[in-house]
């Protein structure tokens, strides 16, 4: 159950960037002025308390439009899955009841919502930048034990500060390698058996092309 779960959030979000990406995509080829990330993400999850394992499943896309040479503006799609291991404990329940078993956590994040960046060297080779992304996010926990699972999901607000760079690979800037770092906060809340969470901290990098 948990693999397939998995495989429908994956192919479900592959769909939905390629979507996304076929009008940005020729946008961008078409001005100077457009721009479209298209990246892997790997996620480190900080104090979550629930599935904290970094993991590479993960992916990014940014796309938008130099309002000035400088200022863009866009928007933004990511997703990820985490997950941990716990060894087998027992958990007091509500109910006044007991659960001795191990545990498989996986936490899924959906992202999604408006951006802004500044780049400091337009129309270089090498082109750093800051941006700011806002927006909802939508996340679900679950916890898989024996032949059961537990889970909860939330809606909350995500913001992401991120520094990044693109290195262009030919001087008309069609398309380049884009490297970034990113620190991001949500306020999703949840409960899964024992376990309760209260907003979100995540650190990580994204690596792919810009077009």
């Known amino acids: 159950m948990k693999k397939r779960d998995n495989i429908y959030k994956k192919v479900a979000a592959i769909i939905v960037a390629a979507i996304v990406a076929i009008p940005l995509t020729g946008r961008a080829q078409m001005t100077d002025h457009g721009y479209l990330d298209v990246d892997w993400q790997f996620n480190i999850p900080i104090n979550t308390g629930f599935a904290d394992k970094a993991a590479g499943w993960g992916m990014s896309l940014d796309g938008g439009y130099y309002i000035t040479d400088n200022i863009g503006v866009g928007a933004f799609f990511a997703y990820n ?86 290195i262009y690979f030919t001087s008309n800037n069609m398309v380049g390698l884009h490297i970034a770092l990113y620190y991001n906060y949500s306020t999703n809340k949840a409960e899964v058996l024992t376990y309760k969470i209260n907003g979100l901290n995540n650190a990580g990098f994204r690596l792919g092309l810009s077009f």
């Open 81 to 166: 899955t985490n997950n941990k291991y716990i060894e087998t404990q027992t958990l007091a329940l509500s109910n006044g009841g007991a659960l001795t078993t191990d545990q498989q956590h996986s936490m899924f994040q959906l992202p999604f919502g408006v951006s802004a960046r500044y780049r400091f060297v337009p129309d270089a080779i090498a082109t750093p930048y800051v941006s700011l992304k806002l927006g909802p996010t939508y996340t679900k926990f679950y916890s898989y034990y024996n032949a059961f699972q537990s889970s909860d999901d939330s809606w909350g607000f995500y913001i992401c500060p991120e520094i990044g760079t693109t």
